[in-house]
C-alpha cells in the first residue's frame, strides 16, 4: 500500500445524495477510504441501498468497504418505509428480556445485511443517569449501569452473530451531559469512582463478552483528562481504553464535524491529535472538504514526523483485521431476495410484540 492507501483507510466518510455522482467517484479513486457511513439523505428504498452498496464497493481498490449507519432503533433510525424499524432502547429494555434485546440486533443485522451494509452504530452503551441530558434519553437501555450491561450486551451479540459490526458508544459515557455534542462541548463534572461504577461498567462487560469496535465521546471528563476531550485524549483512548480495560477492537471517533470539535480546532488538527491519542478510524461525516483536509494533514504530520507510520499502520492492521473477521469476500448484493428479508413476515411479528410489551411498560 502506499501513504495514501494507508491513510484512507483510517478514514470512514459520509456523502451527499442517494447514488454516486462523477465528483464524488474522482474523490473516491484519489482518497481511497476504509469505510463509508450512510445517513437518509443517501437512503430511499431497500433496492437502491443495495444498488448503491454494491456500486460504492466496486470502488474499493484496497478490499471491501466498511459499510455504516446508525440503526440504533427509535428517533435514531435512518432506514427508510420498508424495513423493520424497531423502538428505541428503553423501550426494548421494557420488554425485560435478553433474548428479545437479541432477537431485535438479529432482525436488523439481517436486514442491513441484505442490502449490503455491513456495520452498526449501535448499541449506545450509555447509562442515562441525568434525566435532563437532551442527547440521549430513550436511546439509552436504561438509567442503570446494570440494565445497560443486559441490554446493550444482547444487542451487541445480535449484531455481531449475523454478520454485522457493532459499535458501542460513546466512549466514556455520554450519559451524565447536560448538553449536545453536537452544538457544544459538554463538561461533565463527576468523580473517577463515579465512572468506575456506572459509566464505566457497560464498556468493560461489552468488551469482556466480544464487542468489536467503540466510539469516543466528544465530551470532557475532568477527573479523568482536564485538557481534551475523550476523542482527542491519549490518557482516555490509549490508558484507560486500551490499557486499563484492554480492548483490543477498532476506536473509532465520533464525528469529527461536530461543533464539540470544530468549534475548538480545526478539523485536521482533530484528525491528528485523533490519531495520537489512540484512535484508529476517523469519522468525518457531513463535508468533503473537510474530509480532504483531514487526509491532508495526517499525511502532512506524517511528513513532518509528528506521527510515525508504525502508529498509522497499527491502526491499519486493526482495520485490516476487523473486515477480514466481518466481511467476506465481496459479493454483489442480490436484488431478487432483497424483500425476502427486508420487512419480512416474522421480523414485522417480532415488533408487533416489542410494541406491544412496551406500551404497556
Known amino acids: 500500500m502506499t501513504v495514501r492507501d494507508k491513510v484512507g483507510q483510517l478514514f470512514m466518510i459520509g456523502f451527499q445524495g442517494t447514488d454516486l455522482s462523477g465528483e464524488f467517484l474522482d474523490w473516491l479513486k484519489e482518497y481511497r477510504p ?12 431497500p433496492f437502491q441501498i443495495a444498488r448503491l452498496t454494491n456500486a460504492l464497493q466496486e470502488q474499493a481498490p484496497n478490499g471491501p468497504l466498511l459499510i455504516a449507519v446508525d440503526q440504533e432503533g427509535g428517533r435514531v433510525s435512518r432506514l427508510p418505509q420498508g424495513f423493520t424499524i424497531f423502538p428505541p432502547a428503553m423501550a426494548v429494555a421494557s420488554c425485560q428480556s435478553a433474548d428479545v434485546a437479541y432477537s431485535a440486533a438479529e432482525v436488523t443485522a439481517k436486514e442491513l445485511r441484505a442490502v449490503g451494509i455491513n456495520m452498526n452504530m449501535a448499541p449506545v452503551l450509555d447509562v442515562n443517569s441525568n434525566p435532563t441530558n437532551p442527547i440521549i434519553g430513550d436511546r439509552a437501555f436504561g438509567q442503570t449501569a446494570d440494565l445497560v450491561c443486559t441490554y446493550g450486551t444482547a444487542t451487541f451479540q445480535g449484531l455481531q452473530g449475523n454478520g454485522v459490526i457493532a459499535c458501542g458508544k460513546h466512549f466514556p459515557g455520554h450519559g451524565e ?8 462541548l459538554p463538561v461533565v463534572e463527576v468523580s473517577r469512582t463515579r465512572l468506575e461504577e456506572v459509566e464505566l461498567r ?69 484528525a491528528v491529535r485523533s490519531l495520537q491519542a ?74 408487533q410484540k416489542i410494541q406491544k410489551v412496551a406500551v404497556r411498560s
Open 278 to 351: 489512540g484512535a484508529d478510524m476517523l469519522l468525518v461525516c457531513h463535508q468533503q472538504d473537510h474530509q480532504t483536509a483531514a487526509i491532508h494533514a495526517v499525511e502532512k504530520a506524517l511528513e513532518d514526523g509528528v506521527l510515525l507510520m508504525n502508529r498509522i499502520e497499527a491502526s491499519q492492521a486493526r482495520i485490516s483485521s476487523l473486515k477480514e473477521r466481518f466481511l467476506p469476500p465481496h459479493r454483489p448484493v442480490n436484488l431478487d431476495t432483497v424483500l425476502e428479508v427486508v420487512g419480512c413476515r416474522s421480523h414485522r411479528d417480532l415488533l
Open 202 to 270: 457497560p464498556f468493560r462487560h461489552a468488551i469482556k463478552n466480544g464487542l468489536a469496535t467503540i466510539m469516543s465521546a466528544h465530551v470532557l471528563y475532568p477527573a479523568l483528562d482536564a485538557k481534551a476531550p475523550a476523542t482527542l485524549s491519549p490518557v482516555i483512548l490509549t490508558e484507560l481504553l486500551q490499557g486499563y480495560l484492554a480492548f483490543r477492537g477498532l476506536v473509532l471517533t465520533d464525528d469529527l464535524d461536530m461543533k464539540a470539535i470544530l468549534n475548538h480546532s480545526s478539523v485536521g488538527d482533530a
Open 34 to 45: 476504509g469505510g463509508v457511513i450512510l445517513f437518509s439523505r443517501n437512503l430511499v428504498d
Open 177 to 184: 451531559t447536560a448538553t449536545d455534542s453536537h452544538e457544544v
